[in-house]
């Protein structure tokens, strides 16, 4: 509802009680839910802002409890440098790689707000415990990623104030806005092409890579 | 019929048997069913009485469709909860995904949730922080949309080349489905959104606590939250009890499982809009929110999955889908691209909804390249991969919508390939 409108609803509730009905069944629409404060809402809130870290919570922590933490909740999926065991996601490295053949988007190649690498983690890892660690330990295991991409030094302690002014190598390779359509095809529709068919790409029965057809049992 | 099965039959009744019953489902007694110049026979299933109402409280698909399921593709992703599988869309006809089939794309596994328990918090940038319960939510005034709901990486593993030999695999993160809920457009304005406030944040109740950042102008257009999927509640892995529809747009953002709403002034930059979701450039710069899905379209048969068995007659089918509004027109090529044919539309044709085509043809038995090109009523034609290529590269992942290739072979059999 527009300032207008609450502004004429209230000229008409000092009007009488019928109209001041009426007001009230405007403010609130259908009158369906039920009023929340911020207070009961705030376990759920747990949304950082990615540019400007609103949100983050006061505590601390530093790179050397990061480590612990780590080594201990982390590094069986992430590897001991964060170099990803196995197929887990990789969480370092990757520098430059963004315009190769094989681009690697990590938190230190590809992540453009340092504030939410503490949303992310604090929302939902680590994977199979999520939403248990609490605020410095989250700025801690926070600090520790940091430092594996040579973002901080090994003897940092990180907050809020910190994380925030913090600047990703790649903050300034994203591009908002959509720019499509970006290609305009003509639906042309006789002899659009000659000669033969060319075939450029051919291997997706031999390259053996799609599961067969009869359901897992 | 010999009075031995009439008599086990009886007995397994009794018992109240089901799994027994269906045990003793009588099977076709001549396998040729007179194709070999014999008389006819009469099955078994025409000399014994079936189950009854009983039998099935909620139905399921035949015993013989049991290959008609989701399947994933192990070498994607190295965790189950953090994966994706992919809808069998050489096995549908029409236009509605039945629910058990629809795609499931999930960050932290399916959540259990008492609908009961589950609620929806709208807050932040509103004169009035609620609350809803899920039965405050079904009083609301209601809707019900038929749209498509597709992955954006839907296609993202052939930017480089054909590497898979199935449709459900190539195109199968995509699904449509007749969605019913309140218009988010009322909830908002129930809370009272604050002039300056520009976006909002949808969040799920799920293990990955699900994030993403919507327009404000979306939000208020289009966008229903939804409780009810194809006439009944919405299934577990699509977001039971609430989860967020926004028409055209990428899958992600139609966040499952949905407990938050807060309204703010700027996108929140989250994972899922940063280190994913977001498509790379030759430059390496990386788009961001690029919501919309762009028109596409796939035959479906016949496909590899689905082999031509007979030359002669055969329908050509598929579907398009455009996330931009209604599919104006489909044309399909046997000739790789060369020449074009338009195909018929199933009506009515829905605002960003899948679109049935199909074309009357003839297989001669030689090798024909079949493609299909979607034309919405924007306009937009669904280009071709090397057009796509030229702009965009190989690394985008995500939102590859190319005109898709099969080649039909000597013998039948269909493969995936992509040409010039």
């Known amino acids: 509802m527009s300032t207008m409108s609450r502004f004429s609803s209230l000229l008409l509730a000092a009007a009488g009680l019928l109209a001041a009905s009426v007001a009230a069944a405007q403010q609130r629409g259908y009158g369906i839910g039920h009023k929340i404060t911020d207070a009961q809402i705030a376990p759920w809130n747990i949304d950082i802002g990615g540019e400007d870290g609103k949100g983050l919570p006061p505590g601390k922590g530093s790179v050397a409890a990061g480590e612990k933490l780590y ?25 430059g790689s963004l315009r190769g053949e094989d681009p690697r988007k990590t938190i230190g190649s590809f992540w453009p707000w340092a504030p939410t690498i503490f949303d992310y983690v604090r929302r939902t890892m680590p994977f199979t415990a999520p939403q248990s660690l609490d605020n410095d330990e989250t700025y801690a295991v926070v600090a520790y990623l940091l430092h594996l991409n040579d973002l901080l030094p090994a003897d940092a302690v990180l907050d809020a104030k910190s994380l925030t002014t913090l600047k990703m190598p790649n903050r300034d390779g994203f591009i908002a806005g959509d720019p499509r359509p970006d290609v305009k095809a003509q639906p042309c529709m006789k002899d659009c092409k000659t000669g033969p068919v060319k075939v450029l790409s051919d291997l997706a029965k031999s390259l053996g890579v799609t599961p067969t057809q009869k359901p897992k049992d | ?43 078994d299933w025409t000399k014994m009485l079936g189950p009854g109402v009983t039998a099935a409280p909620y139905g399921a698909p035949s015993e013989f469709e049991k290959d008609v399921v989701r399947r994933n593709v192990p070498w994607l992703t190295v965790s189950e909860q953090a994966s994706i599988n992919f809808t069998p869309l050489q096995d549908l006809d029409g236009i509605i995904t039945p629910s058990g089939l629809c795609f499931e794309r999930h960050h932290g596994g399916v959540p259990a949730i008492e609908p009961d ?3 929806l918090v709208i807050h932040g940038m509103v004169r009035q922080p609620l609350i809803f319960t899920m039965s405050d939510l079904v009083r609301f005034p209601s809707v019900s949309r038929i749209h498509f709901l597709e992955c954006p990486a ?31 457009s009322t909830l908002l304005e129930e809370a009272g959104v604050a002039p300056a406030a520009k976006w909002l944040l949808a969040e799920g109740a799920d293990a990955a606590a699900m994030t993403r950042s919507i327009p404000l102008d979306k939000a208020l257009d289009d966008v229903i939250v939804a409780y009810s999927q194809n006439g009944e509640r919405i299934r577990p892995e699509q977001g039971y009890p609430l989860r967020l529809i926004v028409p055209g747009w990428e899958g992600n953002v139609q966040v499952k499982w949905l407990r938050r709403l807060k309204l703010g002034e700027r996108p929140w930059q989250h994972r899922e809009e940063t280190s994913k979701y977001t498509d790379l450039m030759p430059d390496g710069k990386a788009r961001q929110f690029t919501f ?22 055969c329908e050509i089918r598929g579907i398009a889908w455009s996330g931009r509004g209604k599919i104006s027109r489909v044309d399909v090529s046997l000739d790789g691209g060369a020449n074009w044919q338009t195909a018929e539309l199933q009506t009515p044709v829905l605002d960003k909804c899948l679109t049935r085509f199909r074309l009357p ?44 290739t099969w080649r039909v072979n000597q013998d039948g059999s269909v493969d995936n390939v992509q040409v010039l």
């Not at chain 2, 009886?10 to 014999?38: T, V, W, Y």
């Not at chain 2, 296609?155 to 699904?175: I, L, N, P, T």
């Not at chain 2, 899905?293 to 031509?308: D, G, H, R």
Request: glycine share 14%; net charge positive; charged share 15%.
């Open chain 2, 154 to 184: 839907n296609g993202g593993m052939e930017w480089k080349g054909a590497q898979m030999a199935g449709v459900q695999f190539s195109h199968g993160m995509v699904h449509c489905c007749e969605w019913t809920g309140v218009r988010l």
């Open chain 2, 361 to 404: 043809s003839r297989w001669q038995g030689g090798p024909v390249f079949l493609q299909s090109r979607a034309i919405d009523e924007t306009g937009y034609v669904q280009p071709t991969i090397e057009q796509l290529r030229q702009v965009r590269g190989v690394n985008s992942v995500y939102h590859k919508n190319s005109i898709h």
């Open chain 1, 71 to 95: 080594v201990q909740q982390c590094a069986s999926c992430h590897g001991e440098f964060g170099e990803g065991n196995g197929r887990w996601p990789e969480l370092m490295g990757g520098q």
């Open chain 2, 1 to 43: 019929m010999n009075t031995g099965r009439r008599g086990f039959f009886g007995r397994s009744l009794a018992a109240g048997g089901i799994a027994a019953l269906a045990a003793q489902h009588p099977k076709i007694a001549a396998a040729s069913g007179g194709l070999d110049g014999k008389p006819l026979e009469v099955p």
């Open chain 2, 292 to 313: 919309v899905q762009e028109a596409n379209s796939v035959i479906t048969a016949p496909c590899p999955e689905k082999p031509l068995k007979a030359k002669g007659f």
């Open chain 2, 117 to 119: 328990l589950h609620r």
